[in-house]
């Protein structure tokens, strides 16, 4: 059974940081596409970052562009999220999702909550 497991969620204040981690279990067959995407109340899910798993090339929404830097780690199953100069607009419950082949695998969530 797959399962993707984040942590590192917390309070920070303004201008903190904090890393996310995903870790991922089970067969996952396929892979394509790791990613993390979040959702702020009242507004619509979004991705923040995405890296493909052969080439690991990287696409960031242009509101964490320089702040925020998505990795991984293929020999311990996990993707990273380091999130830097933090805003109170990135205030949300970040996900981590994987692509692959036949469907796209989801975790539970992290809350990240930015006080000014």
């Known amino acids: 059974q797959v399962q993707l497991v984040e942590s590192g969620g917390g309070l920070v204040q303004a201008g903190g940081s904090l890393r996310l981690s995903c870790a991922a279990s089970?067969?996952?067959?396929?892979?394509?596409?790791m990613a993390w995407y979040r959702h702020a109340p009242g507004k619509q899910r979004e991705l923040v970052a995405h890296?493909?798993?052969?080439?690991?090339?990287?696409i960031y929404a242009d509101s964490v562009k320089g702040r925020f830097t998505i990795s991984k780690d293929n020999a311990k199953n996990t993707l990273y999220l380091q999130m830097n100069s933090l805003k109170p607009e990135d205030t949300a419950v970040y996900y981590c999702?994987?692509?692959?082949?036949?469907?796209?695998?989801w975790g539970q969530g992290t809350q990240v909550t930015v006080s000014s």
């Open positions: 089970g067969n996952i067959f396929g892979r394509k596409v």
């Open positions: 999702s994987i692509e692959t082949i036949l469907r796209t695998y």
């Open positions: 890296i493909t798993v052969v080439v690991d090339s990287t």
